[in-house]
């Protein structure tokens, strides 16, 4: 009997393209097939809203019900019988009525005495939801109907269907400390992600493949635990994040100094890669292959003007930025004259190698500054200068301002 109904949510589920679940006669969740997820910090609202639904009323002459309650989230269910034995009910939903606008938001936050520090969280989750007009959700109904008849045909021929609406706003309370750990938590994660996609693009713009996959080990789990933006279509939510991840590799790699030509190269070919895929798995080894050329990319091409000498130089400096650094060492390093150098890198960069190595520095400060864990003295030793005094001169002559003051200004 439960195969014959796992069908019937099967097809369901395909046809509607919206969440269906099949609770038996003793409110236990049997079947389930979905993919819209409740954010954490809405859990204490959203989560077992199916348990609620008066399903088990026997008497009642509705083999199909409407559900819609205070949080404007609605429901469809039908009841499945088996001759005169009531077997459970069928269940699509959640789904909108309308669009999820500003104003709709924050009456639901209003009715159901919800933090407004929880609007945005609301307005993102609603908006993952299906929305169906009123004629749209009739014929639902009307499908459902037609479908569980095929358990019991003698409910097709005068089948009804009724409306039942539900107030939760005072019916479950939650505590403060609840929400506020939950929306603590979300923002956590949400700042964490894109803290480290910030790192991501820091790694690209350097060309430092060794450091960006360092950074995807540390932080795997967090970045594949991205909400699908697109419900009941992973593969194409996915493709959707990895366009994204594609422009901002190329803007990190325009930052790190490669020319436009191999940026529109190389994106134009992975917005196509992207495009062809037809499986998860595919899209995360594209995702590898994408981060490995735009670093490569950087390291080897943005230095292609230059002589082998200089780019030697260059590549040498970025490896070391963090250790001691001088004409000497460099030209020590490469085995060439320390004149000849310095002539030549001034000649093919229009910089000193000292101006260089402090703008690179610098540079990187900048990125670090953005922890505001981390103290002034600690991220001057970071970056490869010994003196404190000397950094603050350095980036102030650089970025018109203190380190201390850049942070308080432009973080």
């Known amino acids: ?51 609620k639904l008066q399903l088990n009323n026997f008497t009642s002459e509705y083999i199909v019900l409407f559900h819609s309650n205070s949080y404007r989230l609605n429901f469809i269910s039908a009841k499945v019988y088996s001759d005169n034995d009531y077997l459970g009910s069928i269940i699509v939903g959640p789904y909108l009525l309308e669009e999820p606008t500003t104003l709709m938001i924050e009456s639901v936050i209003s009715n159901n005495k919800m933090a407004s520090s929880l609007k945005s969280i609301v307005k993102q989750y609603y908006l993952t939801l299906p929305i169906l007009g009123a004629y749209k959700a009739n014929t639902t109904g009307e499908f459902l109907a037609y479908m569980v008849s095929t358990f019991n045909p003698q409910n097709f021929e005068n089948f009804k269907i009724g409306n039942l609406t539900y107030d939760f706003k005072t019916e479950y309370s939650i505590s403060a400390e609840t929400i506020k750990e939950n929306t603590e938590n979300a923002i956590e994660d949400l700042e964490k992600r894109y803290s480290v996609e910030n790192s991501w693009m820091h790694a690209v713009e350097l060309g430092n493949i060794e450091l960006y996959e360092n950074i995807m080990r540390k932080n795997n789990s967090l970045m594949t635990s991205i909400a699908d933006r697109i419900p009941n279509d992973p593969l194409r939510s996915t493709k959707n994040y990895v366009i994204v991840l594609n422009t901002l ?104 190698i000292t101006e260089y190595i402090n703008k690179r520095r610098i540079n990187e400060a900048v990125f670090i ?38 942070r308080k200004n432009k973080i």
Not at 17 to 41: A, C, L, Q
Not at 281 to 309: P, R
Not at 322 to 350: C, D, M, P, W
């Open 369 to 406: 500054l953005e922890n505001k864990s981390i103290s002034i003295t600690d991220i001057s030793y970071m970056v490869g200068f010994n003196d404190v005094n000397y950094f603050t001169k350095v980036f102030k002559k650089i970025k018109g301002m203190t380190p201390s003051e850049y």
């Open 249 to 352: 590799f190329r803007k990190a790699a325009e930052k790190g100094g490669l020319h436009p030509i191999y940026l529109d190269s190389i994106s134009s070919k992975y917005a196509v890669q992207i495009e062809q895929c037809t499986y998860l798995h595919q899209i995360a080894n594209l995702i590898n292959s994408m981060q490995v050329e735009y670093c490569d990319s950087v390291k080897k091409f943005s230095l292609k003007n230059y002589s082998s000498t200089i780019r030697k130089a260059i590549e040498f400096i970025r490896i070391n930025l963090n250790h001691y650094l001088s004409l000497n060492s460099i030209s020590e390093a490469l085995y060439v004259s320390s004149y000849e150098l310095s002539r030549q890198f001034k000649k093919e960069t229009g910089e000193t």
């Open 1 to 51: 009997m439960i195969n014959g109904i796992e069908q019937l949510c099967k097809f369901a589920f395909n046809f509607l393209n919206m969440d269906t679940i099949f609770i038996d006669e003793m409110s236990n969740i049997k079947i389930d097939y979905g993919f819209t997820r409740v954010p954490d910090p809405l859990k204490p609202y959203f989560s077992g809203l199916t348990d």
